[in-house]
């Protein structure tokens, strides 16, 4: 107990590293089992209290870029600030509560070996603990409180993603030496972290492209365009979900030849989704650097507004917009070339949706991009 108490301070004390380790059941359990001594020992004491969890603040006022030396890759990370959920604030009493209850649920999962999706995670909280948790986003943020307390992945607490994402194209797959052949059907994106981690990833493919929209996606897996351009074809079906990030980062490790391209509406939304992709997100907290890559903006660009879509085809913005664009406008992380788009979009009060090229015949699409590839017209 008195070695459990002294390794506390590595994780309840402010650190300038900030960020969620990769750790064996068997380390997070111990990490649990601190938490809970620390906590009875200063209850238990002379002057009995209750000791407040101090978690990493995940806000962009205390995020921090960290630039490559050898690349222009960038990556988000958090500093250490911290912010503190109490039981005896009212404002943050039923938090507190709540990551206790996670942390019961999640110490259970790891004795017995086995994993959770957010989803059933939230199913199981809501029969335990109807009284703190309502919704799905309630659980999700305090997943992340957990995260920010222990210093570990999510996926080292025993919960796994539920993966929207998809792949095709030139691309093969070993998991458990069963052979997925991209090309030939495609592939749903495991939920799976360990499983992604340890896939064998085999490819003959110039180019990885990612893509904003399943219904795009489907477009060019069905007209079979890595054939005339030998790529890959990656979509989380809108915003990033952490499987397919994942995914991509170990193919961006295991082929860095490969340009990684981004192909998203022409609209803050887009921007927002691209940048997850290129510098991962600060709602991913003390995990977000670690599945970001290098990927470069194809296109639906200004240009592209201007020269290929039609008045007729572009979507007033919305307030929601508006707000995305703020957000964004006042990221650091944004490059000069992204935040001069931004400020065309917002000028302009437009959207310009991909399927917008459409216009020019549904076999346009593959030539645009083509088009941009050979030209290098990407950012």
Not at 271 to 299: D, P
């Amino acid at each position: 107990m008195a070695e459990l108490l002294k390794n506390s301070s590595v994780f309840f004390s402010d650190q300038q590293l900030c960020y969620a380790d990769i750790l064996p059941p068997s380390e997070v359990r111990a990490r649990i089992e601190v938490a809970i001594l620390k906590f009875l020992k200063i209850l238990c004491s002379e002057t009995p209290s209750v000791s407040d969890l101090p978690l990493i603040r995940r806000k962009m006022s205390n995020s921090r870029v960290r630039r490559g030396l050898l690349t222009d890759g960038s990556r988000i990370f958090l500093s250490h600030s911290f912010y503190r959920r109490s039981l005896m604030k009212d404002c943050s009493a039923v938090s507190f509560i709540r990551v206790w209850k996670v942390m019961e649920v999640c110490y259970q999962i790891l004795v017995l070996e086995k994993r959770l999706t957010q989803r059933e995670l939230f199913y199981k909280l809501i029969c335990d603990s109807p009284s703190y948790f309502m919704s799905q986003p309630q659980v999700n943020q305090t997943i992340q409180d957990l995260v920010g307390l222990l210093r570990c992945s999510r996926y080292s607490l025993g919960i796994i993603a539920s993966s929207r994402g998809a792949v095709s194209g030139r691309f093969l797959k070993e998991p458990n030496k069963e052979v997925v052949d991209c090309s030939v059907w495609g592939y749903t994106i495991s939920g799976d972290l360990n499983l992604i981690q340890h896939l064998v990833l085999k490819s003959d493919a110039r180019y990885i492209i990612v893509i904003e929209k399943h219904a795009v996606f489907q477009r060019l897996t069905e007209d079979c365009f890595f054939n005339r351009t030998p790529c890959i074809l990656i979509t989380a079906k809108g915003y990033p979900d952490m499987a397919t990030r994942l995914l991509l980062h170990r193919m961006s490790r295991e082929f860095p030849g490969l340009a990684i391209l981004g192909l998203v509406d022409w609209n803050p939304a887009g921007l927002a989704v691209l940048c997850t992709f290129k510098f991962g997100s600060i709602t991913m907290g003390l995990e977000a650097y670690r599945y970001a890559c290098n990927v470069k903006w194809l296109g639906i660009r200004k240009d592209d507004v201007e020269n290929l879509i039609p008045e007729e085809a572009l979507i007033p913005l919305k307030p929601r917009d508006l707000q995305v664009a703020k957000s964004l406008a006042s990221s650091e992380i944004l490059p000069d070339n992204y935040k001069e788009e931004l400020g065309a979009m917002v000028e302009s009060g437009c959207r310009a949706e991909i399927e917008a090229l459409y216009w020019h015949g549904y076999d346009f699409l593959g030539r645009y991009i083509e088009k941009k590839i050979v030209q290098s017209d990407y950012i």
